[in-house]
């Protein structure tokens, strides 16, 4: 996979990581793992949008900054202690028929630049409550991408579009399945981790369902 460099310095907008239909976690909708990234974008840069990259599902990264292709830089790949990742649902509780919006933080802590592959195949979301891993972002991915962004020294940045959670289990074997396992409600607990880059959130989310 080519590596797209970002030197711009607006970076990851995490673009939504599944089917095609913009469905995140919906029966057979783990597929949207696919194709594009999921990124955030870091602000203060450039708002040209990258092509190929807007607009498509996978986790992984929808860059709002315009990539240059085989551009080079001196700075270091990030180092994990230098990087600050969180988990963020767009809310805590969910009525039924509310589907959860997940996002990611991400923050480099370090006082120097550096890179880090943002992309689909660096991306990671799950959902567990208690033991049981309801649902995870690479379940169903395919077409994995990678994309190597430059994160300046002190550079916060979040998911611009986050991806949604339809209540369902996912799982390799039922990626096209239309009646895949629904979540309990009534007031069950849930946790959302994330990772990216290799580097994982250090706290989950916690949300309920009803």
């Known amino acids: 996979m080519t590596l797209v460099l970002v030197v711009a310095a607006v970076w990851l907008l995490f673009a939504r990581p599944w089917d095609g239909d913009a469905r995140a976690a919906g029966a057979g909708g783990d597929a949207a793992h696919a194709a594009e990234p999921l990124l ?25 900054a315009a990539p240059t292709p085989g551009a080079t830089t001196s700075a270091a790949p990030c180092a994990t202690d230098d990087l ?25 802590t370090g006082s120097t630049a550096c890179t880090l592959n943002v992309g689909t195949s660096a991306q990671v979301f799950t959902i567990t409550s208690g033991s049981d891993t309801w ?21 916060r940045v979040s998911s611009a579009q986050p991806l949604t959670w339809d ?35 250090t706290d989950d989310a916690l949300f309920q369902l009803y």
Request: aromatic share 2%.
């Open 40 to 64: 955030p974008v870091v602000s203060g840069g450039s708002s040209t949008p990258t092509p190929g990259l807007t607009g498509t599902p996978t986790p992984g990264a929808t860059v709002t």
């Open 84 to 108: 600050e990742v969180k988990a963020v649902t767009d809310k805590t509780s969910y009525a039924s028929g509310q589907d959860p919006k997940l996002s990611i933080e991400l923050a480099n």
């Open 135 to 155: 649902w995870t972002s690479t379940d169903c991915q395919t077409q994995p991408s990678d994309m190597v962004v430059l994160l300046s020294a002190g550079q």
């Open 167 to 201: 209540r369902t289990r996912s799982s390799v074997a039922t990626c096209d399945a239309k009646n895949r396992p629904n979540a309990p409600g009534g007031g069950a607990t849930y946790h959302l981790s994330v990772s990216i880059g290799g580097v994982v959130s």
